[in-house]
């Protein structure tokens, strides 16, 4: 079940956070619920994409991006993640997605969503790689070229070595499932050893 409630709070409360500036963060409070864990009664690992989901809606709404992309038929779209989960969110802990823009290059973004606990700990770091669809122009939106729409004239950070590896290792494995690699042609599979 999507998180339909937390999604409307957000939209509802966007306002009163300001507008999103890059380089800023967007910091969204939330509890673990009971329909948020799974049998260890913790959050479970879908939980975790959706809330960061939410996280990134709230960038996306707070810098204008939706608006923009509505005028101009653009659809921002994710296009891959990695999770390291580090602590358990327990049932009832309150905790807050940090959500960030961290870098760009071409035609990809990268974003990071933080679950932080009370005490200031991290429980879990997520890298996303993400772009922006343009639906009349069948082609990727340059970041700068969306910035600029937005009126920012901004120049990206390089990207940090874990961000150079997260970036290629997700172009290789697009690449491999474009190629229908992965889907046991061509693979061995599992080898009994016994």
Same mark, same amino acid.
Not at 63 to 85: I, N
Not at 88 to 108: A, M, N
């Given at each position: 079940?999507?998180?339909?409630? $937390? !999604? @409307? *709070?957000?939209?509802?409360? =966007?306002?009163?956070? &300001? ?47 939706? $608006? !923009? @992309? *509505?005028?101009?038929?653009? =659809?921002?779209?994710? &296009? ?49 790689? @993400? ?64």
């Amino acid at each position: 079940m999507y998180v339909w409630f $937390r !999604l @409307a *709070r957000m939209v509802l409360t =966007a306002k009163s956070r &300001g507008p999103y500036r890059m380089g800023g963060e967007s910091r969204l409070a939330f509890r673990c619920l009971p329909s948020d864990i799974d049998s260890n009664l913790h959050l479970n690992n879908a939980r975790y994409m959706m809330l960061a989901d939410v996280g990134r809606i709230d960038i996306f709404l707070r810098a204008g991006l939706l $608006r !923009l @992309a *509505r005028e101009r038929g653009w =659809a921002p779209m994710l &296009g891959g993640l990695q999770t390291v989960f580090v602590r358990e969110i327990r049932l009832w802990r309150r905790f807050e997605v940090v959500s960030t823009v961290e870098t760009w290059q071409g035609t990809q973004v990268i974003g990071g969503h933080r679950f932080v606990l009370e005490d200031g700990r991290t429980a879990a770091q997520v890298l996303t790689t @993400a772009g922006i669809y343009d639906r009349r122009g069948k082609r990727f939106v340059e970041m700068d070229e969306a910035l600029t729409a937005l009126g920012h004239d901004l120049v990206p950070r390089p990207p940090t070595e874990a961000e150079q590896v997260f970036m290629a290792s997700h172009a290789r494995l697009r690449d491999l499932a474009k190629n229908g690699a992965g889907n046991g042609e061509g693979g061995e599979g599992l080898v009994n050893n016994g």
